[in-house]
């Protein structure tokens, strides 16, 4: 560039963060010594709007060209700076930040006199950077008026019909052959004891009828791609073998079919039909032939049963449907630890040891039992029913797969079942063996003190050991009791483990799709913790529910209505602006070599004939920045635009100019 | 030498996984050695071969690349290639007479601070051992002209 470069430098104190560990004053004067910095300053906080206006104003005052902020890191903050910079009439890509914080004085808080020197040597490399920065220009796309939301239950359903309400057409993709998820499978919600389903039913419903939402059960996400604004979305209909527009659900196919096996929905605590829906209040109520277990007896197509309807098709092929969306949301929820694999506890072991969610069944009115809470063992009352608390949750032991996080949930869900077991069943006594009681919400202390008042008996321990009397099948279960520092043997009749919310196996692929990342939970990891914990890194792919990390229903359904305050941004906006940084082909330089088009994993280079020559070109719209193809292109003819190769060569000379 | 060596390490890293790892471990406040100065590019896709030569040209003592694991790749599989160049980069560099560990890829999400804050550790520990820079060792012994003729 002929222009001269005159670069400002704003050094960040960042409260002590920053200035505690090494002199931002000399930072600043170091800078100065640069070449093309015309000036440089520090402050407090630059971030904040007196630190803002700092950078305008010298812009303008020193005639400024380019700029660099040593501060945070650029992951936090760089599009502030940019903005600054704009404002100070400066294209906002001529900016490079400097991280002299998360990368510098916070983890070299002992070594000040290093921090300097590195502080001084990463100020020299984004200073040598910005001088050979060119301006760009951010591109605006208009985007699709549409969202897909994935997974259909609590967060996907209250996701879908915000967004729809907002009058956006939403998609809602759900693989089992009902929504609802694992809402629908609880009896009552605490604390206020609403009954879940009657509180999910209506809105479930509601997502059927509202005529924004395009709902897609039995389906599953196949592949996405594009960007923000503009995604293709391929989603596989799974084939129910039942025409969804022809079967009325009147479940006569369910009544002749012979086949008997495991309803996944009651955790196999009672049979299903091959022909079947999950549970009686399904949404869709459209029934689904389990191909696996079906004996192809032909049964469900006579006169008897689906008879005229004609609605069964054992023939019936998958379909693949492919839609257009602007934004995505994810919601797919979470599995239950495999406490099977707690070995001292018993599961599967013992007949009258359950897990949280088999006591949410065993307790539903909906449930297999008809909420006649049984042993398993010998269909009895039980009396005295142990709460393991904690069975796979803050807990440390990495080989079985345990969890060091608080599930959240457990606790209440526990508080709950003691209740509505004192309410069912006269003189039954329930323990509870705790580690601490989470009752953090809105009126959870209170239903705490209600349980300890109603009865429930508290032990502040850790249970070691479940034995099993082969003949009673009754339970003794060993805990230290910690507050009397004691050791207890008690026998009783039922042990219900309350086991910890993991991620979701399901969630993989849809990550993969979406490239999205994890945080160490292996929970999908948010925007920013704090301030963002309903987006992604991935422009407009959006999190809700506890696909994120635990949480109950009411942090559930907030979260999701956030989520699609989100995601209806873009949507609403009507365009979003597009990072310039895509790769460009020097056509002249280029030797139609057509190394890139391997490379790209966006089939976004292309080979044509431009002058009776085979050159290279980059699609804008498909490329994303990557710049491997520019990294691989062995004539040098493609241009990674904001990481060319003169700016990282202009940083790694600059790196060695410091010693 | 009257002073220990401290090494100058240059560490390419991917804006996705290791950089927000790197970050993570700020935040977190884990102490590592400052021998690392970092690039940030968007992807290790765009490690381009050169990058790698220049650094060492220049006196880097070592380089770090690191990106996201095998099939986390924000840019699907930019990771992959990578890895590729960095394999076939560590036989190149043998051949200019670098020892291979100097040059080194590791792979780091966003979520593993503390394995950032452990790789840098182990990267100045082996660096240390291996001492400067070879090209800085020659230039120091005077051994004028040895960048332009010999092996370097």
């Known amino acids: 560039m002929d222009e001269e470069k005159r670069i400002g430098v704003f050094v960040c104190h960042c409260g002590t963060n920053i200035a505690g560990v090494i002199d931002v004053k000399a930072l600043a004067e170091y800078a100065k010594t640069l070449p093309n910095v015309a000036y440089a300053e520090d402050y407090t906080y630059v971030c904040s709007t007196p630190g803002q206006t700092m950078i305008r104003d010298a812009i303008k005052e020193h005639n400024l060209n380019g700029t660099v902020v040593a501060a945070c890191s650029p992951r936090l903050h760089e599009p502030t700076f940019r903005k600054a910079t704009e404002e100070g009439g400066v294209n906002q890509f001529l900016f490079s930040m400097a991280n002299i914080r998360e990368q510098n004085t916070w983890v070299h808080m002992e070594e000040p006199e290093k921090a300097m020197q590195k502080a001084k040597d990463v100020v020299r490399m984004e200073v040598a950077r ?297 003189g039954c006594v329930p323990y509870l063996f705790y580690m601490d009681i989470r009752s953090f919400g809105k009126a959870y202390e209170e239903f705490y003190y209600r349980i300890q008042n109603e009865g429930g008996k508290f032990i502040r321990g850790r249970v070691s050991r479940i034995t099993e009397d082969p003949i009673t099948k009754n339970l003794t279960v060993t805990a230290e009791d910690t507050l009397l520092g004691q050791l207890l043997e008690m026998e009783l009749d039922m042990v219900v483990l309350a086991n910890a919310v993991v991620p979701a196996e399901s969630t993989q692929k849809i990550k993969t799709l979406l490239t999205l990342s994890n945080s160490p939970d292996g929970f999908l990891l948010e925007a920013h913790p704090k301030l963002n914990p309903m987006s992604t890194t991935t422009d407009g792919v959006f999190l809700a529910g506890m696909c994120q990390g635990p949480r109950d229903i009411p942090d559930v359904v907030s979260h999701a209505a956030a989520a699609a305050a989100a995601a209806s941004i873009p949507i609403h906006r009507g365009s979003v602006t597009l990072e310039p940084i895509f790769a460009i082909v020097d056509q002249e330089h280029c030797g139609g070599c057509a190394t890139c088009i391997g490379l790209c994993p966006y089939g976004a280079t292309e080979l044509n004939e431009v002058d009776g020559k085979l050159v290279a070109s980059v699609n804008e719209a498909k490329c994303k920045g990557c710049g491997t193809c520019g990294s691989g292109c062995p004539s040098g003819a493609i241009k990674m635009q904001h990481f060319t190769n003169e700016q990282i060569m202009s940083e790694i000379e600059a790196f060695a100019q410091g010693w | 030498m009257a002073e220990e060596f401290e090494p100058n390490i240059l560490g390419i890293l991917c804006n996705w996984c290791t950089y927000a790892g790197a970050d993570l471990a700020g935040t977190s406040r884990m102490q590592y050695p400052p021998n690392v100065r970092v690039i940030r590019i968007m992807c290790t896709g765009r490690l381009d071969p050169a990058f790698v030569l220049k650094a060492l040209s220049v006196g880097a003592d070592g380089v770090l690349v690191s990106g996201c694991h095998i099939g986390d790749c924000h840019y699907l599989a930019g990771n992959f290639k990578s890895r590729r160049r960095v394999a076939l980069l560590r036989k190149l560099i043998e051949e200019y007479g670098y020892d291979r560990e100097r040059l080194r890829m590791t792979m780091i999400s966003a979520s593993e601070g503390a394995i950032w804050a452990e790789v840098v550790q182990d990267m100045v520990n082996t660096i240390k051992k291996l001492g400067p820079n070879p090209l800085k060792q020659a230039v120091a012994a005077g051994q004028e002209g040895v960048a332009a003729d010999d092996e370097f």
């Open chain 1, 130 to 426: 910005a001088s050979m920065l060119e301006p760009l220009t951010a591109k605006t796309v208009p985007v699709e008026k549409a969202a897909l939301v994935i997974g259909a239950g609590i967060a996907g359903i209250q996701a879908s019909l915000e967004l729809a309400d907002a009058g956006i057409k939403t998609y809602l993709v759900e693989k089992e052959p009902s929504i609802g998820g694992m809402m629908s499978r609880l009896d009552k919600t605490f604390p206020t004891l609403d009954c879940s389903q009657c509180i999910l039913t209506p809105k479930m419903v509601d997502v059927e009828r509202n005529p924004n939402i395009e709902l897609m059960t039995y389906s599953e996400v196949e592949d996405v791609s594009g960007y923000i604004g503009n995604f293709d979305v391929t989603i596989r209909q799974k084939s129910r073998y039942v025409y969804e527009d022809k079967c009325n659900g009147c479940g006569k196919c369910q009544e002749v079919c012979p086949v008997s096996r495991p309803n996944e929905f009651d955790l196999g605590l009672q049979p299903r039909k091959a022909a079947y829906v999950p549970f009686p209040q399904a949404v869709p109520l459209k029934f689904t032939i389990d191909m696996d277990s079906c004996i192809k007896c032909d049964l469900c197509k006579t006169q008897e049963a689906c008879g005229d309807l004609e609605a069964i098709d054992f023939d019936k092929p998958d379909e693949l449907v492919t839609v257009k969306v602007g934004t995505i949301i994810v919601a797919t929820g979470f599995d239950m630890y495999d406490v099977e694999r707690k070995e001292e506890w018993g599961y599967k072991v013992f007949d009258n040891v359950v897990t949280g969610l088999e006591m949410e069944r065993l307790i539903s009115a909906s449930g297999p039992t008809g909420g006649n809470v049984i042993r398993p063992s010998d269909g009895q009352k039980p009396k005295s029913v142990g709460f393991v608390l904690c069975a796979g949750s803050r807990d440390q032991d990495e080989e079985d797969g345990a969890k060091p996080y608080c599930s959240r949930v457990c606790c209440m869900y526990s508080l709950k079942h003691a209740h509505q077991l004192i309410e069912k069943i006269p």
